[in-house]
Every structure is written in C-alpha cells, then in structure tokens.
C-alpha cells in the first residue's frame, strides 16, 4: 500500500485542481509553512508541527472542527507534498501537486478516507471531503495571489 496516494476506490475520495495566479515558489511556501495554515485558511484552527516540513514529521491540528494527527509522508519541494492523518476512526491521505504554468501555478489537491465510519456514511463523507478541498484551494488561491499581488504592487 502507498501511503502517499490518495486511494482513489476508497469510500470517499475527492480531487480539486485550480490555476493560481502566482509564482510556484509562492504558492509553495504558503503551504509548505505548516505553522501558518491558521492565518490564511479559516478552516484550520490550529497547528503544531512536530519538527521539521520533511518525511516522517508529525503534525496535530484542528481543522473542520475535527482534532486531527497526521504525519508527512512526503516532500519533494517545491513540486509535491503528502501526508496522512487520522480522526475518530477516519484515515485520511491528502497530497497537493504543483506545475508551473504559463505565469503562475497549477495546482491538484486530492484526498481519500477509508475506515468504518466512512463506509457507514460515504455519501456525507464524499460531500464533506469535496467541499473541504474546495475551500482549502480557494483560500491557497486567495492567499497567494493576494501576495503575489502586494508584491507586484
């Protein structure tokens, strides 16, 4: 099993892509600045990395109202990063990948639960997944072309 992919026969899986009108260095520091995440998406209440933004580093956080534990699975800056979380019998795989693209960035976000809860309640799950990946790449989008803006500016 590959713990880096999101498992796309899971019970809920979703996938979101988005153009961002930024530089990929950009895009990938914002995300890649684990601390951070509370400032730019409303989502996240809290976060506490473990150490370093590399393979094997835990993170807790609260996100959807949900405490979470999750572990970076991996990182290939500034092109790709994936991690693994769990919550009340829920585990999640998430990954987001970026390209640049004309002048600024292609992003793919994707994410996959898989245990009891979710088989219980996939249509809810599917729903609940899909709607958090889309408001966490529109706050990535937001975040990043406002800087990007305020630098050109």
Do not use: C
């Not at 730019?40 to 959807?64: C, D, P, Y």
């Not at 991690?83 to 992003?107: C, D, P, Y």
């Amino acid at each position: 099993m590959n713990h880096r992919q999101a498992n796309e026969k899971a019970p809920a899986y979703a996938m979101r892509e988005a153009y961002i009108n930024a530089p990929l260095q950009l895009v990938w520091n914002i995300l890649a600045n684990f601390d951070k995440w509370p400032e730019w998406n409303e989502s996240v209440k809290e976060m506490h990395l473990q150490g370093e933004v590399a393979a094997g580093t835990e993170f807790r956080w609260i996100a959807g109202g949900l405490k979470i534990r999750s572990r970076i699975e991996e990182v290939t800056s500034p092109v790709r990063i994936a991690w693994s979380g769990r919550t009340m019998g829920i585990r999640a795989k998430h990954s987001w990948t970026f390209a640049a693209e004309k002048n600024g960035t292609k992003v793919r976000t994707e994410e996959s639960f898989e245990g009891l809860v979710v088989v219980l309640f996939a249509r809810q799950m599917r729903k609940a997944l899909g709607n958090a990946l889309d408001q966490g790449i529109s706050a990535l989008k937001k975040e990043a072309e406002k800087r990007h803006h305020e630098v050109r500016a």
